[in-house]
Protein backbone atom coordinates (compact mmCIF):
# COMPACT_ATOMS: atom_id res chain seq x y z
CA UNK A 1 0.00 0.00 0.00
CA UNK A 2 1.39 3.22 -0.68
CA UNK A 3 1.68 5.69 2.01
CA UNK A 4 2.58 9.38 2.75
CA UNK A 5 6.01 8.52 3.95
CA UNK A 6 6.87 5.88 0.53
CA UNK A 7 5.64 8.85 -1.86
CA UNK A 8 7.96 11.31 -0.25
CA UNK A 9 10.67 9.09 -0.25
CA UNK A 10 10.40 8.34 -3.99
CA UNK A 11 9.67 12.10 -4.34
CA UNK A 12 13.27 12.74 -2.59
CA UNK A 13 14.68 9.81 -5.26
CA UNK A 14 14.35 11.98 -8.21
CA UNK A 15 17.22 13.57 -8.69
CA UNK A 16 15.98 17.43 -9.78
CA UNK A 17 12.32 17.86 -9.33
CA UNK A 18 12.81 20.71 -12.81
CA UNK A 19 14.63 17.67 -14.93
CA UNK A 20 11.11 16.03 -14.75
CA UNK A 21 8.62 18.91 -14.88
CA UNK A 22 10.38 21.73 -16.68
CA UNK A 23 9.53 25.25 -14.93
CA UNK A 24 10.46 28.78 -15.97
CA UNK A 25 13.98 28.27 -14.75
CA UNK A 26 14.60 25.57 -16.52
CA UNK A 27 13.07 26.37 -19.89
CA UNK A 28 15.31 29.94 -19.98
CA UNK A 29 18.18 27.87 -20.16
CA UNK A 30 17.42 26.71 -23.12
CA UNK A 31 18.27 29.91 -24.67
CA UNK A 32 16.67 30.42 -27.75
CA UNK A 33 19.51 32.61 -29.29
CA UNK A 34 21.93 29.12 -29.20
CA UNK A 35 19.35 28.00 -32.06
CA UNK A 36 19.35 29.27 -35.28
CA UNK A 37 15.55 28.09 -35.84
CA UNK A 38 15.32 29.40 -39.47
CA UNK A 39 18.17 28.04 -40.40
CA UNK A 40 17.32 24.37 -38.44
CA UNK A 41 13.76 24.35 -40.62
CA UNK A 42 15.47 25.83 -44.35
CA UNK A 43 13.26 28.67 -44.38
CA UNK A 44 15.19 31.53 -45.89
CA UNK A 45 14.81 34.90 -44.16
CA UNK A 46 14.32 37.83 -46.62
CA UNK A 47 14.37 41.77 -45.96
CA UNK A 48 10.73 43.65 -46.19
CA UNK A 49 11.24 46.21 -48.29
CA UNK A 50 7.56 46.14 -49.20
CA UNK A 51 4.67 46.94 -47.12
CA UNK A 52 3.05 45.16 -44.01
CA UNK A 53 2.03 41.84 -45.97
CA UNK A 54 0.76 39.16 -43.57
CA UNK A 55 2.05 36.84 -46.56
CA UNK A 56 5.95 38.44 -45.08
CA UNK A 57 4.80 38.37 -41.39
CA UNK A 58 3.62 41.77 -41.32
CA UNK A 59 5.82 43.65 -39.00
CA UNK A 60 8.51 43.61 -36.30
CA UNK A 61 7.22 43.85 -32.82
CA UNK A 62 9.62 46.15 -30.14
CA UNK A 63 11.45 44.68 -27.43
CA UNK A 64 9.28 46.48 -25.12
CA UNK A 65 6.15 44.58 -26.63
CA UNK A 66 8.09 41.02 -26.76
CA UNK A 67 8.64 41.58 -22.64
CA UNK A 68 4.95 42.09 -22.07
CA UNK A 69 4.26 39.30 -24.15
CA UNK A 70 6.97 37.34 -21.74
CA UNK A 71 5.59 38.89 -18.33
CA UNK A 72 2.53 37.64 -19.34
CA UNK A 73 3.27 33.96 -20.23
CA UNK A 74 4.61 33.45 -16.85
CA UNK A 75 1.28 33.46 -14.50
CA UNK A 76 -2.38 33.09 -14.57
CA UNK A 77 -5.00 35.45 -15.02
CA UNK A 78 -8.79 35.41 -15.16
CA UNK A 79 -9.16 36.18 -18.92
CA UNK A 80 -12.14 38.32 -19.44
CA UNK A 81 -10.73 40.59 -16.08
CA UNK A 82 -7.49 41.15 -18.00
CA UNK A 83 -9.54 42.29 -21.76
CA UNK A 84 -11.42 44.56 -19.83
CA UNK A 85 -8.35 46.54 -17.84
CA UNK A 86 -6.71 46.29 -21.72
CA UNK A 87 -9.48 47.12 -23.30
CA UNK A 88 -10.02 50.59 -21.06
CA UNK A 89 -6.28 51.24 -20.98
CA UNK A 90 -6.48 51.33 -24.72
CA UNK A 91 -9.55 53.41 -24.98
CA UNK A 92 -8.04 56.04 -22.75
CA UNK A 93 -5.22 55.99 -24.75
CA UNK A 94 -6.48 56.56 -27.96
CA UNK A 95 -9.92 58.92 -26.78
CA UNK A 96 -12.53 56.38 -27.72
CA UNK A 97 -15.33 55.50 -25.83
CA UNK A 98 -14.87 51.22 -25.57
CA UNK A 99 -11.58 49.14 -27.18
CA UNK A 100 -11.07 45.79 -28.09
CA UNK A 101 -8.60 43.41 -28.35
CA UNK A 102 -9.31 40.99 -31.62
CA UNK A 103 -7.19 38.71 -33.35
CA UNK A 104 -6.65 41.11 -36.20
CA UNK A 105 -8.77 43.77 -38.15
CA UNK A 106 -10.57 41.01 -40.06
CA UNK A 107 -11.41 39.35 -36.93
CA UNK A 108 -12.72 42.65 -35.98
CA UNK A 109 -14.78 42.60 -38.77
CA UNK A 110 -16.61 39.75 -37.65
CA UNK A 111 -16.90 40.52 -34.29
CA UNK A 112 -18.13 44.51 -35.15
CA UNK A 113 -20.87 42.96 -37.61
CA UNK A 114 -21.84 40.56 -34.76
CA UNK A 115 -22.39 43.14 -32.11
CA UNK A 116 -24.36 44.94 -34.51
CA UNK A 117 -26.35 41.64 -35.57
CA UNK A 118 -27.08 40.28 -32.43
CA UNK A 119 -26.18 42.67 -30.21
CA UNK A 120 -25.92 41.20 -25.93
CA UNK A 121 -28.94 38.81 -26.93
CA UNK A 122 -28.28 35.29 -25.88
CA UNK A 123 -30.32 33.22 -28.12
CA UNK A 124 -29.24 35.62 -31.19
CA UNK A 125 -25.44 35.19 -30.24
CA UNK A 126 -26.12 31.13 -30.21
CA UNK A 127 -28.07 31.68 -34.01
CA UNK A 128 -25.53 33.74 -35.42
CA UNK A 129 -24.91 32.86 -38.49
CA UNK A 130 -28.24 31.40 -39.25
CA UNK A 131 -30.11 34.65 -39.30
CA UNK A 132 -33.31 34.01 -40.88
CA UNK A 133 -36.49 33.62 -39.22
CA UNK A 134 -34.45 35.09 -35.92
CA UNK A 135 -36.07 38.61 -35.93
CA UNK A 136 -32.12 39.60 -36.27
CA UNK A 137 -31.73 42.08 -38.85
CA UNK A 138 -30.01 41.05 -42.29
CA UNK A 139 -28.43 43.51 -44.11
CA UNK A 140 -25.14 45.68 -44.29
CA UNK A 141 -24.99 48.61 -46.74
CA UNK A 142 -21.95 49.22 -48.40
CA UNK A 143 -21.06 51.19 -51.71
CA UNK A 144 -20.22 48.79 -54.65
CA UNK A 145 -16.80 50.51 -55.02
CA UNK A 146 -16.19 49.47 -51.60
CA UNK A 147 -16.52 45.96 -51.82
CA UNK A 148 -13.14 44.17 -51.42
CA UNK A 149 -11.66 40.77 -50.09
CA UNK A 150 -12.24 41.57 -46.17
CA UNK A 151 -15.98 41.77 -46.59
CA UNK A 152 -15.76 37.44 -46.50
CA UNK A 153 -15.39 38.55 -42.28
CA UNK A 154 -19.12 40.50 -42.47
CA UNK A 155 -20.57 37.60 -44.01
CA UNK A 156 -19.62 35.71 -41.74
CA UNK A 157 -21.89 36.53 -39.79
CA UNK A 158 -24.60 35.39 -42.67
CA UNK A 159 -25.70 38.75 -43.75
CA UNK A 160 -26.45 39.84 -46.84
CA UNK A 161 -24.41 43.18 -48.27
CA UNK A 162 -25.99 45.32 -49.89
CA UNK A 163 -24.40 47.32 -52.81
CA UNK A 164 -24.95 51.04 -53.52
CA UNK A 165 -23.80 53.61 -55.84
CA UNK A 166 -25.09 57.17 -54.20
CA UNK A 167 -26.50 59.08 -51.20
CA UNK A 168 -29.90 58.50 -52.77
CA UNK A 169 -29.90 54.75 -53.26
CA UNK A 170 -28.29 54.52 -49.98
CA UNK A 171 -31.71 56.04 -48.19
CA UNK A 172 -33.88 53.73 -50.39
CA UNK A 173 -32.34 50.80 -49.84
CA UNK A 174 -32.24 51.27 -45.55
CA UNK A 175 -34.78 50.14 -43.68
CA UNK A 176 -35.91 48.24 -40.09
CA UNK A 177 -33.52 44.89 -41.58
CA UNK A 178 -30.75 47.16 -41.94
CA UNK A 179 -27.71 45.96 -39.03
CA UNK A 180 -24.79 48.20 -40.24
CA UNK A 181 -22.93 50.68 -42.95
CA UNK A 182 -19.64 49.23 -43.45
CA UNK A 183 -16.72 51.99 -45.41
CA UNK A 184 -13.68 51.04 -46.60
CA UNK A 185 -10.92 54.11 -45.75
CA UNK A 186 -8.92 53.57 -48.46
CA UNK A 187 -11.49 53.33 -51.06
CA UNK A 188 -12.69 57.03 -49.75
CA UNK A 189 -11.36 58.19 -53.38
CA UNK A 190 -13.12 56.10 -55.78
CA UNK A 191 -16.72 55.86 -53.73
CA UNK A 192 -19.50 58.80 -54.07
CA UNK A 193 -20.53 58.98 -50.73
CA UNK A 194 -16.92 60.31 -48.36
CA UNK A 195 -16.27 59.04 -44.81
CA UNK A 196 -17.62 61.89 -42.92
CA UNK A 197 -20.78 62.12 -45.26
CA UNK A 198 -21.11 58.56 -44.56
CA UNK A 199 -21.03 58.89 -40.90
CA UNK A 200 -23.65 61.39 -40.79
CA UNK A 201 -26.15 59.29 -42.82
CA UNK A 202 -25.98 56.33 -40.37
CA UNK A 203 -26.53 58.79 -37.21
CA UNK A 204 -29.40 60.49 -39.30
CA UNK A 205 -31.00 56.77 -40.32
CA UNK A 206 -29.72 55.69 -37.07
CA UNK A 207 -27.70 52.61 -38.46
CA UNK A 208 -24.29 51.94 -36.71
CA UNK A 209 -21.14 52.24 -39.23
CA UNK A 210 -18.05 50.69 -39.27
CA UNK A 211 -14.83 52.27 -40.94
CA UNK A 212 -12.03 49.40 -42.17
CA UNK A 213 -8.62 51.01 -41.28
CA UNK A 214 -6.75 48.46 -41.11
CA UNK A 215 -3.52 49.61 -42.89
CA UNK A 216 -3.95 53.33 -42.35
CA UNK A 217 -1.83 54.30 -39.55
CA UNK A 218 0.92 56.63 -39.42
CA UNK A 219 -0.73 59.26 -39.51
CA UNK A 220 -0.83 59.06 -35.46
CA UNK A 221 -4.00 60.56 -35.36
CA UNK A 222 -6.18 58.47 -37.24
CA UNK A 223 -6.01 56.18 -34.69
CA UNK A 224 -8.82 58.50 -32.96
CA UNK A 225 -9.89 60.43 -36.38
CA UNK A 226 -12.79 58.19 -37.09
CA UNK A 227 -14.51 57.63 -33.88
CA UNK A 228 -13.98 61.82 -34.03
CA UNK A 229 -15.80 62.23 -37.37
CA UNK A 230 -18.86 59.65 -36.12
CA UNK A 231 -18.30 56.54 -36.94
CA UNK A 232 -19.56 53.98 -34.53
CA UNK A 233 -16.83 51.46 -34.94
CA UNK A 234 -13.33 51.31 -36.62
CA UNK A 235 -10.74 48.40 -36.66
CA UNK A 236 -7.08 48.95 -36.81
CA UNK A 237 -4.59 45.91 -37.80
CA UNK A 238 -2.26 45.11 -34.65
CA UNK A 239 0.42 43.85 -36.80
CA UNK A 240 0.65 46.57 -39.33
CA UNK A 241 2.12 50.14 -38.27
CA UNK A 242 0.96 49.81 -35.12
CA UNK A 243 3.92 46.91 -35.16
CA UNK A 244 2.00 44.44 -31.87
CA UNK A 245 1.21 40.57 -32.38
CA UNK A 246 0.88 40.00 -36.15
CA UNK A 247 -2.39 37.92 -34.56
CA UNK A 248 -3.78 41.11 -33.00
CA UNK A 249 -6.37 43.95 -33.88
CA UNK A 250 -8.29 46.85 -32.71
CA UNK A 251 -11.89 47.14 -32.36
CA UNK A 252 -12.52 50.53 -31.25
CA UNK A 253 -15.70 52.65 -30.91
CA UNK A 254 -19.10 53.28 -29.16
CA UNK A 255 -19.21 50.83 -25.60
CA UNK A 256 -22.19 49.36 -25.78
CA UNK A 257 -21.35 47.89 -29.08
CA UNK A 258 -17.42 47.02 -27.77
CA UNK A 259 -19.75 44.81 -25.01
CA UNK A 260 -21.60 43.28 -27.82
CA UNK A 261 -18.42 42.45 -29.70
CA UNK A 262 -16.87 40.68 -26.48
CA UNK A 263 -19.96 38.63 -25.90
CA UNK A 264 -19.79 37.08 -29.30
CA UNK A 265 -16.14 36.35 -29.00
CA UNK A 266 -14.18 34.34 -27.56
CA UNK A 267 -13.83 32.54 -24.80
CA UNK A 268 -17.29 32.38 -25.01
CA UNK A 269 -17.55 29.28 -26.41
CA UNK A 270 -21.26 29.26 -28.57
CA UNK A 271 -20.80 31.88 -30.68
CA UNK A 272 -19.27 33.15 -34.11
CA UNK A 273 -16.15 34.32 -32.50
CA UNK A 274 -14.83 31.77 -30.34
CA UNK A 275 -12.52 30.81 -33.21
CA UNK A 276 -11.07 34.01 -33.26
CA UNK A 277 -9.74 33.54 -29.92
CA UNK A 278 -6.89 36.18 -28.46
CA UNK A 279 -4.58 35.12 -25.40
CA UNK A 280 -3.04 37.30 -22.43
CA UNK A 281 0.19 37.74 -24.17
CA UNK A 282 -1.40 39.16 -27.12
CA UNK A 283 -3.51 41.50 -25.45
CA UNK A 284 -1.17 43.02 -23.20
CA UNK A 285 1.65 42.83 -26.31
CA UNK A 286 -0.81 44.93 -28.19
CA UNK A 287 -1.39 47.60 -25.11
CA UNK A 288 2.11 47.84 -24.94
CA UNK A 289 2.07 48.43 -29.50
CA UNK A 290 -0.42 51.41 -28.75
CA UNK A 291 1.85 53.04 -25.69
CA UNK A 292 4.90 53.13 -28.23
CA UNK A 293 3.35 53.90 -31.13
CA UNK A 294 1.97 57.11 -29.24
CA UNK A 295 5.56 57.88 -28.03
CA UNK A 296 7.30 57.70 -31.13
CA UNK A 297 9.12 60.39 -32.20
CA UNK A 298 6.71 60.20 -35.84
CA UNK A 299 9.11 62.94 -37.52
CA UNK A 300 12.24 61.32 -37.19
CA UNK A 301 11.00 57.72 -38.26
CA UNK A 302 9.67 59.78 -41.31
CA UNK A 303 12.73 61.60 -41.86
CA UNK A 304 14.91 58.22 -41.44
CA UNK A 305 12.18 56.80 -44.47
CA UNK A 306 12.97 59.60 -46.82
CA UNK A 307 16.77 59.34 -46.11
CA UNK A 308 16.31 55.63 -47.06
CA UNK A 309 13.97 56.28 -50.08
CA UNK A 310 15.97 58.81 -51.49
CA UNK A 311 19.20 56.76 -51.03
CA UNK A 312 17.88 53.73 -52.94
CA UNK A 313 16.07 56.54 -55.94
CA UNK A 314 20.10 57.43 -56.39
CA UNK A 315 20.68 53.64 -57.53
CA UNK A 316 18.60 54.80 -60.56
CA UNK A 317 21.62 56.36 -61.76
CA UNK A 318 23.34 53.18 -62.88
CA UNK A 319 21.43 52.59 -65.65
CA UNK A 320 20.42 55.16 -67.80
CA UNK A 321 16.82 53.49 -69.14
CA UNK A 322 15.48 53.66 -65.88
CA UNK A 323 13.75 56.51 -64.02
CA UNK A 324 13.33 56.81 -60.10
CA UNK A 325 10.39 58.88 -58.06
CA UNK A 326 9.92 58.93 -54.84
CA UNK A 327 5.76 58.97 -53.73
CA UNK A 328 3.86 58.46 -50.36
CA UNK A 329 0.22 56.28 -51.14
CA UNK A 330 -2.58 58.56 -50.37
CA UNK A 331 -4.33 56.21 -47.66
CA UNK A 332 -3.25 53.13 -46.26
CA UNK A 333 0.91 52.44 -45.87
CA UNK A 334 1.03 56.41 -45.90
CA UNK A 335 4.69 56.61 -46.10
CA UNK A 336 7.67 57.14 -47.90
CA UNK A 337 8.52 55.09 -50.59
CA UNK A 338 10.54 54.69 -54.34
CA UNK A 339 9.15 53.43 -57.28
CA UNK A 340 11.55 52.62 -60.46
CA UNK A 341 9.96 52.96 -63.95
CA UNK A 342 11.84 51.60 -67.61
CA UNK A 343 10.14 51.26 -71.30
CA UNK A 344 9.07 47.68 -72.20
CA UNK A 345 10.93 48.11 -75.43
CA UNK A 346 14.07 47.21 -76.22
CA UNK A 347 14.10 45.93 -71.63
CA UNK A 348 16.12 43.02 -70.97
CA UNK A 349 13.68 42.34 -67.72
CA UNK A 350 10.57 43.46 -67.14
CA UNK A 351 8.84 43.94 -63.43
CA UNK A 352 8.37 40.49 -62.45
CA UNK A 353 11.97 39.39 -63.85
CA UNK A 354 13.28 42.12 -61.60
CA UNK A 355 11.09 40.84 -58.56
CA UNK A 356 12.34 37.16 -58.95
CA UNK A 357 16.08 38.39 -58.97
CA UNK A 358 15.83 40.73 -55.85
CA UNK A 359 14.06 37.32 -54.35
CA UNK A 360 16.72 34.51 -55.30
CA UNK A 361 19.40 36.78 -54.56
CA UNK A 362 21.09 37.00 -51.30
CA UNK A 363 19.86 37.86 -48.90
CA UNK A 364 16.20 37.55 -50.58
CA UNK A 365 14.57 41.18 -50.80
CA UNK A 366 10.60 41.18 -51.04
CA UNK A 367 9.06 44.49 -52.71
CA UNK A 368 5.46 46.40 -53.19
CA UNK A 369 3.84 43.21 -55.50
CA UNK A 370 2.03 45.15 -57.70
CA UNK A 371 3.38 44.09 -61.35
CA UNK A 372 3.00 46.43 -64.69
CA UNK A 373 1.32 44.58 -67.97
CA UNK A 374 3.96 42.80 -70.25
CA UNK A 375 1.48 44.89 -72.67
CA UNK A 376 2.04 48.19 -70.60
CA UNK A 377 4.48 50.97 -72.03
CA UNK A 378 6.33 50.98 -69.16
CA UNK A 379 7.69 48.48 -66.71
CA UNK A 380 7.28 49.10 -62.49
CA UNK A 381 8.39 48.02 -59.32
CA UNK A 382 7.87 49.83 -56.18
CA UNK A 383 9.95 49.57 -52.82
CA UNK A 384 8.72 50.47 -49.06
CA UNK A 385 10.95 51.06 -46.84
CA UNK A 386 9.29 51.41 -43.10
CA UNK A 387 9.68 47.66 -42.16
CA UNK A 388 13.19 47.75 -42.91
CA UNK A 389 15.58 47.59 -40.11
CA UNK A 390 18.63 49.32 -39.68
CA UNK A 391 21.68 48.98 -42.66
CA UNK A 392 19.15 47.42 -44.79
CA UNK A 393 18.41 50.18 -46.67
CA UNK A 394 22.50 50.02 -47.73
CA UNK A 395 22.09 46.21 -48.52
CA UNK A 396 19.14 46.61 -50.81
CA UNK A 397 20.59 49.74 -52.74
CA UNK A 398 23.86 47.31 -53.45
CA UNK A 399 21.67 44.51 -54.61
CA UNK A 400 19.01 46.97 -56.51
CA UNK A 401 22.33 48.26 -58.59
CA UNK A 402 22.99 44.91 -59.53
CA UNK A 403 19.65 44.05 -60.45
CA UNK A 404 18.89 47.76 -62.52
CA UNK A 405 21.92 47.24 -64.10
CA UNK A 406 20.48 44.35 -65.94
CA UNK A 407 17.74 46.00 -67.22
C1 LIG B 1 -4.71 43.96 -43.65
C2 LIG B 1 -6.11 44.35 -43.78
C3 LIG B 1 -7.12 43.65 -43.11
C4 LIG B 1 -6.83 42.43 -42.29
O1 LIG B 1 -6.07 42.72 -41.15
P1 LIG B 1 -5.55 41.54 -40.21
O2 LIG B 1 -5.11 42.26 -38.97
O3 LIG B 1 -4.45 40.85 -40.93
O4 LIG B 1 -6.71 40.64 -39.95
C5 LIG B 1 -8.43 44.08 -43.25
N1 LIG B 1 -8.72 45.15 -44.01
C6 LIG B 1 -7.78 45.86 -44.67
C7 LIG B 1 -8.18 47.05 -45.49
C8 LIG B 1 -6.44 45.48 -44.58
O5 LIG B 1 -5.49 46.18 -45.22
Known amino acids: MPNRRAFLQTL ?14 SAAAIAPESRDFFKELGVRPLINAAETYTLLTASLMLPEVMAAMNYASKMFVPLNDLHD ?35 KNPEWI ?30 NCGVR ?28 PVGAIKAEEFAALGKKLNIPTFIDAAADVPPTENLSRFTKLGFDLV ?14 GLLLGRKDLIEAARLNASPNSDTIGRGLKVNKEEMLGM ?38 ELYVPPVANHVPHVR ?4 TAGAKLLGPGVRQQLRAGDPSVEIVLVDSAPTAERQEIALGVW ?18 GNI
Open 235 to 248: TFSGGKGLRGPQSA
Open 387 to 404: MMQAGEAEIVATRLRQVL
Open 161 to 188: LVEVETREALERAAGPQTAMMLFLNENE
Open 126 to 155: RRIPDLAGTGMKTDVIIQKSHRYGYDHAVR
Open 340 to 343: FSWA
Open 287 to 324: MVAVEMFLKRDADAEWREWERRTTLLAATAAVNAKVRA
Open 85 to 119: AVGKRIAQLVGVEGAMVSSGAAAALTLGTAACVAG
Open 12 to 25: SAVPLAGAVVPDIA
